[in-house]
């Protein structure tokens, strides 16, 4: 069976504090491509990254940060120096090799980030 | 600019009537498009693939009478929620996928209230 769990419900942070929302799966699949999305109170989904299985290198795009670890089956999301905007809703999801082809997601929970001024 | 595109963003229907919500691809051709529920504060659950040319494919515990699904186009997926209560009441969200392969596009979501 395929999962994600995103134990973090909600996150406060001050701005400039650094925060790490996690996200562990389960996959029976040894391909598969694991996404992180934002979902800002206007609703629409918000495409971060993609990253494949046999792609273990985390990966930086300014100030977010992607820890990915087959061993422990995580992708942990960074943001560093969290501003006020980046108060949304952070979904971790993934897609098997069977289905990658045709785009079926199966989402975490969603974690809800408040970055306060 | 969006990619993919969902009309009306929201609607508010009385209980007892049928609401049709469209998912278009902008500039791409979609043989498949997907069809999400999210209910608030929840996350978003596969309801249906909707495939160009012949019949979706529901996820369990959908029904497929309830949430009619046409994929007459490359480009056009409708969702029809017939005969809408108020525990129809969610955010639909679609994506889609150029044929072929590529990135997955979401569509900006339609808000549902039935009344």
């Known amino acids: 069976a395929q999962k994600v769990t995103q134990a973090q419900t909600e996150i406060s942070v001050v701005e400039k504090e650094d925060v790490t929302l996690d996200c562990v799966y389960e996959?029976?699949?040894?391909?598969?491509?694991l996404f992180w999305y934002k979902q800002p109170p206007s609703g629409e989904l918000v495409f971060l990254i993609r990253r494949n299985s046999f792609d273990e290198q985390n990966e930086i795009s300014g100030r977010y940060s992607w820890n990915f670890q087959k061993s422990t089956s995580s992708f942990n999301f960074t943001i560093t120096a969290s501003q006020v905007v980046d108060s949304a809703v952070y979904f971790c999801a993934l897609s098997e090799a069977r289905s990658s082809n045709t785009g079926k997601l199966i989402f975490g929970q969603g974690t809800t980030l408040q970055v306060k001024p | 600019g969006a990619v993919v595109s969902q009309h009306p963003s929201w609607v508010i229907c009385k209980s007892g009537t049928s609401v049709k919500i469209e998912c278009r691809s902008l500039?791409?051709?979609?043989?498949?498009m997907f069809w999400y529920r999210q209910f608030p504060k929840q996350s978003l659950m596969l309801m249906a693939t909707?495939?160009?040319?012949?019949?979706?494919?529901?996820e369990q515990g959908v029904e497929k009478d309830k949430f009619l699904i046409n994929h007459a186009s490359l480009t056009l997926s409708t969702l029809t929620v017939t005969s809408a209560h108020p525990e129809d009441s969610s955010f639909y969200i679609c994506?889609?996928?150029?044929?072929?392969?590529?990135?997955?596009?979401f569509g900006e979501g339609s808000r549902l209230t039935v009344l």
């Open positions: 996959t029976r699949d040894t391909t598969y491509y």
């Open positions: 909707s495939n160009e040319g012949s019949k979706a494919t529901y």
């Open positions: 500039d791409f051709q979609a043989t498949t």
């Open positions: 994506s889609a996928r150029r044929s072929g392969g590529g990135e997955l596009f």
